[in-house]
T-cell receptor, first 113, second 114 residues
Protein backbone atom coordinates (compact mmCIF):
# COMPACT_ATOMS: atom_id res chain seq x y z
CA UNK A 1 0.00 0.00 0.00
CA UNK A 2 2.17 2.80 -1.32
CA UNK A 3 0.19 5.99 -1.03
CA UNK A 4 3.32 8.05 -1.70
CA UNK A 5 5.68 6.79 -4.37
CA UNK A 6 9.15 7.87 -5.30
CA UNK A 7 9.93 5.68 -8.25
CA UNK A 8 13.56 6.69 -8.67
CA UNK A 9 15.73 5.24 -5.90
CA UNK A 10 18.69 7.31 -7.02
CA UNK A 11 19.63 10.32 -9.13
CA UNK A 12 23.03 11.61 -10.16
CA UNK A 13 23.51 15.21 -11.26
CA UNK A 14 26.46 17.41 -12.13
CA UNK A 15 27.21 20.35 -9.87
CA UNK A 16 25.53 23.53 -11.13
CA UNK A 17 22.82 21.67 -13.04
CA UNK A 18 19.20 21.21 -12.06
CA UNK A 19 18.09 18.28 -9.90
CA UNK A 20 14.49 17.16 -10.32
CA UNK A 21 13.07 14.71 -7.82
CA UNK A 22 9.65 13.28 -8.46
CA UNK A 23 6.87 11.99 -6.25
CA UNK A 24 3.45 10.53 -7.01
CA UNK A 25 0.58 9.98 -4.64
CA UNK A 26 -2.69 8.13 -4.74
CA UNK A 27 -4.77 9.59 -1.92
CA UNK A 28 -6.82 12.62 -2.96
CA UNK A 29 -7.38 13.44 0.72
CA UNK A 30 -3.79 14.60 1.10
CA UNK A 31 -3.84 18.34 1.62
CA UNK A 32 -0.24 19.13 2.44
CA UNK A 33 3.02 17.90 1.01
CA UNK A 34 6.53 18.17 2.36
CA UNK A 35 10.05 17.35 1.26
CA UNK A 36 12.62 16.21 3.78
CA UNK A 37 16.34 15.73 3.32
CA UNK A 38 18.27 13.09 5.20
CA UNK A 39 21.99 12.69 5.64
CA UNK A 40 23.47 9.42 6.95
CA UNK A 41 23.22 9.02 10.74
CA UNK A 42 20.86 12.00 11.00
CA UNK A 43 17.12 12.39 11.17
CA UNK A 44 15.08 13.82 8.31
CA UNK A 45 15.34 17.60 8.01
CA UNK A 46 12.47 19.68 6.70
CA UNK A 47 13.23 21.30 3.37
CA UNK A 48 10.11 22.79 1.81
CA UNK A 49 6.37 22.25 1.79
CA UNK A 50 3.31 23.06 -0.28
CA UNK A 51 -0.37 23.21 0.45
CA UNK A 52 -2.75 21.47 -1.92
CA UNK A 53 -4.34 24.81 -2.77
CA UNK A 54 -1.11 25.97 -4.42
CA UNK A 55 0.81 24.70 -7.41
CA UNK A 56 4.22 26.14 -6.67
CA UNK A 57 6.32 27.14 -3.69
CA UNK A 58 9.82 28.51 -3.89
CA UNK A 59 12.51 28.90 -1.27
CA UNK A 60 15.92 29.93 -2.54
CA UNK A 61 17.35 27.17 -4.70
CA UNK A 62 14.43 24.86 -3.93
CA UNK A 63 11.09 24.89 -5.71
CA UNK A 64 8.26 22.42 -5.25
CA UNK A 65 5.63 22.00 -7.96
CA UNK A 66 2.28 20.34 -7.37
CA UNK A 67 0.06 18.96 -10.12
CA UNK A 68 -3.12 17.87 -8.36
CA UNK A 69 -4.83 16.49 -11.43
CA UNK A 70 -1.88 14.19 -12.02
CA UNK A 71 -1.33 13.59 -8.29
CA UNK A 72 2.29 14.45 -8.85
CA UNK A 73 4.77 16.72 -7.19
CA UNK A 74 8.37 17.48 -7.90
CA UNK A 75 11.27 19.16 -6.17
CA UNK A 76 13.65 21.24 -8.25
CA UNK A 77 17.06 22.18 -6.94
CA UNK A 78 18.94 24.71 -9.00
CA UNK A 79 21.83 25.07 -9.08
CA UNK A 80 22.70 21.75 -7.47
CA UNK A 81 25.63 21.69 -5.06
CA UNK A 82 27.70 18.76 -3.73
CA UNK A 83 26.30 19.49 -0.25
CA UNK A 84 22.84 18.67 -1.59
CA UNK A 85 23.87 15.01 -1.83
CA UNK A 86 21.46 13.22 0.49
CA UNK A 87 18.32 11.09 0.50
CA UNK A 88 15.21 13.13 -0.26
CA UNK A 89 11.86 12.01 1.09
CA UNK A 90 8.52 13.15 -0.19
CA UNK A 91 5.80 13.15 2.50
CA UNK A 92 2.10 13.87 2.54
CA UNK A 93 -0.48 14.55 5.21
CA UNK A 94 -4.19 13.87 5.22
CA UNK A 95 -6.45 16.81 5.95
CA UNK A 96 -6.97 17.30 9.66
CA UNK A 97 -4.28 14.84 10.61
CA UNK A 98 -2.22 15.62 13.69
CA UNK A 99 1.07 15.16 11.92
CA UNK A 100 0.66 11.67 10.54
CA UNK A 101 2.99 11.98 7.58
CA UNK A 102 3.04 9.32 4.90
CA UNK A 103 6.54 9.07 3.48
CA UNK A 104 7.84 7.82 0.19
CA UNK A 105 10.82 5.49 0.09
CA UNK A 106 13.22 8.27 -0.78
CA UNK A 107 15.51 9.18 -3.64
CA UNK A 108 19.25 9.28 -3.10
CA UNK A 109 20.66 12.35 -4.84
CA UNK A 110 24.35 12.50 -5.70
CA UNK A 111 25.69 15.81 -6.92
CA UNK A 112 29.09 15.39 -8.53
CA UNK A 113 31.64 18.21 -8.57
CA UNK B 1 19.03 26.21 16.44
CA UNK B 2 16.95 24.09 18.85
CA UNK B 3 16.92 20.40 18.11
CA UNK B 4 15.26 17.16 19.10
CA UNK B 5 17.65 14.87 20.95
CA UNK B 6 17.35 11.11 21.21
CA UNK B 7 19.13 8.61 23.44
CA UNK B 8 20.65 6.15 23.08
CA UNK B 9 21.87 6.36 19.50
CA UNK B 10 22.13 2.57 19.38
CA UNK B 11 20.32 -0.06 21.46
CA UNK B 12 20.90 -3.79 21.25
CA UNK B 13 18.48 -6.07 23.06
CA UNK B 14 17.42 -9.68 23.24
CA UNK B 15 14.07 -10.75 21.84
CA UNK B 16 11.39 -10.56 24.52
CA UNK B 17 13.13 -7.82 26.49
CA UNK B 18 11.63 -4.42 27.19
CA UNK B 19 13.27 -1.32 25.76
CA UNK B 20 12.69 2.35 26.38
CA UNK B 21 13.72 4.88 23.79
CA UNK B 22 14.10 8.42 25.02
CA UNK B 23 13.56 11.75 23.37
CA UNK B 24 13.79 15.38 24.42
CA UNK B 25 11.61 17.39 22.04
CA UNK B 26 12.10 21.08 21.33
CA UNK B 27 11.01 22.93 24.43
CA UNK B 28 8.14 25.06 23.13
CA UNK B 29 6.67 22.33 20.94
CA UNK B 30 3.34 20.80 21.84
CA UNK B 31 3.02 17.86 19.47
CA UNK B 32 5.21 14.78 19.68
CA UNK B 33 5.63 11.83 17.36
CA UNK B 34 7.43 8.55 16.89
CA UNK B 35 8.30 7.23 13.47
CA UNK B 36 10.44 4.29 12.47
CA UNK B 37 12.38 3.16 9.43
CA UNK B 38 13.18 -0.48 8.87
CA UNK B 39 16.37 -0.86 6.86
CA UNK B 40 15.71 -0.29 3.18
CA UNK B 41 12.10 0.70 3.72
CA UNK B 42 10.23 3.95 4.09
CA UNK B 43 9.81 6.04 7.21
CA UNK B 44 6.57 4.94 8.91
CA UNK B 45 4.35 6.80 11.35
CA UNK B 46 3.83 5.12 14.71
CA UNK B 47 2.08 7.54 17.04
CA UNK B 48 1.33 11.18 17.76
CA UNK B 49 0.90 12.64 21.22
CA UNK B 50 -0.67 15.88 22.36
CA UNK B 51 -1.94 17.23 25.66
CA UNK B 52 -0.72 14.14 27.51
CA UNK B 53 -2.56 11.64 25.38
CA UNK B 54 -2.25 9.77 22.13
CA UNK B 55 -3.99 11.63 19.32
CA UNK B 56 -3.30 9.18 16.49
CA UNK B 57 -1.63 5.82 16.12
CA UNK B 58 -0.91 3.48 13.27
CA UNK B 59 -1.56 -0.24 12.93
CA UNK B 60 2.08 -0.83 13.86
CA UNK B 61 1.52 0.71 17.28
CA UNK B 62 -0.06 -2.30 18.95
CA UNK B 63 -0.36 -3.23 22.62
CA UNK B 64 3.37 -3.88 22.86
CA UNK B 65 4.04 -0.18 22.37
CA UNK B 66 3.38 2.68 24.74
CA UNK B 67 4.40 6.31 24.98
CA UNK B 68 4.79 8.57 27.92
CA UNK B 69 5.72 12.11 28.76
CA UNK B 70 6.89 11.56 32.32
CA UNK B 71 7.94 15.14 32.95
CA UNK B 72 8.01 18.46 31.14
CA UNK B 73 10.88 17.59 28.84
CA UNK B 74 11.09 13.88 28.04
CA UNK B 75 9.02 11.79 25.65
CA UNK B 76 9.55 8.04 25.71
CA UNK B 77 8.62 5.06 23.58
CA UNK B 78 8.45 1.71 25.34
CA UNK B 79 8.36 -1.63 23.61
CA UNK B 80 7.21 -4.17 26.17
CA UNK B 81 8.44 -7.40 24.64
CA UNK B 82 10.63 -6.83 21.62
CA UNK B 83 10.41 -8.96 18.50
CA UNK B 84 12.98 -9.42 15.76
CA UNK B 85 10.85 -7.35 13.40
CA UNK B 86 11.03 -4.38 15.77
CA UNK B 87 14.62 -3.84 14.62
CA UNK B 88 14.61 -0.42 12.99
CA UNK B 89 15.72 3.17 13.31
CA UNK B 90 13.26 4.96 15.56
CA UNK B 91 12.82 8.70 15.07
CA UNK B 92 11.24 11.08 17.51
CA UNK B 93 9.78 14.31 16.13
CA UNK B 94 8.10 17.36 17.54
CA UNK B 95 6.08 20.23 16.15
CA UNK B 96 4.63 23.55 17.23
CA UNK B 97 1.13 22.94 15.94
CA UNK B 98 -0.77 19.99 14.65
CA UNK B 99 -1.77 21.11 11.23
CA UNK B 100 0.22 22.32 8.28
CA UNK B 101 3.52 22.61 10.00
CA UNK B 102 6.90 21.07 9.68
CA UNK B 103 8.12 18.40 12.04
CA UNK B 104 11.57 18.47 13.56
CA UNK B 105 13.17 15.05 13.76
CA UNK B 106 15.85 13.71 16.08
CA UNK B 107 18.83 11.74 14.81
CA UNK B 108 17.20 8.47 15.71
CA UNK B 109 17.85 5.40 17.84
CA UNK B 110 18.97 2.31 15.97
CA UNK B 111 17.30 -0.62 17.71
CA UNK B 112 18.67 -4.09 17.05
CA UNK B 113 16.71 -7.03 18.42
CA UNK B 114 18.71 -10.28 18.52
Amino acid sequence: DQQVKQNSPSLSVQEGRISILNCDYTNSMFDYFLWYKKYPAEGPTFLISISSIKDKNEDGRFTVFLNKSAKHLSLHIVPSQPGDSAVYFCAARSGGSQGNLIFGKGTKLSVKP
Amino acid sequence: EPEVTQTPSHQVTQMGQEVILRCVPISNHLYFYWYRQILGQKVEFLVSFYNNEISEKSEIFDDQFSVERPDGSNFTLKIRSTKLEDSAMYFCASGQSGVREKLFFGSGTQLSVL
